[in-house]
């Protein structure tokens, strides 16, 4: 069975969910997938989340991911400590784009994370609804902490 692009992305999207999930982790999707969860269309190859890392703990997150996940560059490790995003690609081959969060910002956007249900559409190969992490509002402005929508 050939599965197209939409759905290889949101089954990397699941197995990068399902890792997060399975270890407790603070975290939520962001741009193409959450734009697109929010209604608005949004051509993207790669699944971003934001993985709450807070400050001085990062190294045993980006280690529980690189174990888990294939490098997009060399020495992933120092690049995301130094740039505060690891790049991945999941079983699939999908990019994996992992930010690791610290801000107030993305502290709030980490914690108003609730379980949406998106619908893939025809062709759908998931024998069982599908849910994800997204954040409770619309994106958040990272210079005043509130949404389009106004609130904060």
Do not use: Y
Not at 105 to 127: D, H, L, P, Y
């Amino acid at each position: 069975m050939v599965v197209d692009g939409t759905n290889r992305l949101l089954a990397a999207a699941e197995e990068i969910q399902q890792f997060c999930r399975s270890r407790h982790w603070r975290f939520c999707f962001i741009d193409g997938i959450a734009v697109q969860h929010w209604g608005q269309a949004r051509l993207t190859r790669d699944a971003d989340v934001t993985v709450f890392t807070g400050i001085g703990d990062e190294a045993r997150f980006i280690d529980e991911l690189i174990r888990s996940f294939e490098s997009r560059v060399g020495q992933a490790r120092d690049f995301a400590l130094k740039h505060r995003v690891l790049l991945l690609r999941a079983t699939n081959g999908v990019p994996l784009d992992v930010t690791l969060g610290a801000l107030p910002f993305e502290e709030k956007a980490v914690a108003s994370a609730r379980v949406e249900k998106i619908v893939t559409g025809a062709g759908c190969s998931s024998q069982h609804p599908v849910r994800w992490w997204f954040s409770r509002s619309s994106p958040i402005d990272p210079r005043t902490g509130s949404t389009s929508r106004g609130s904060s």
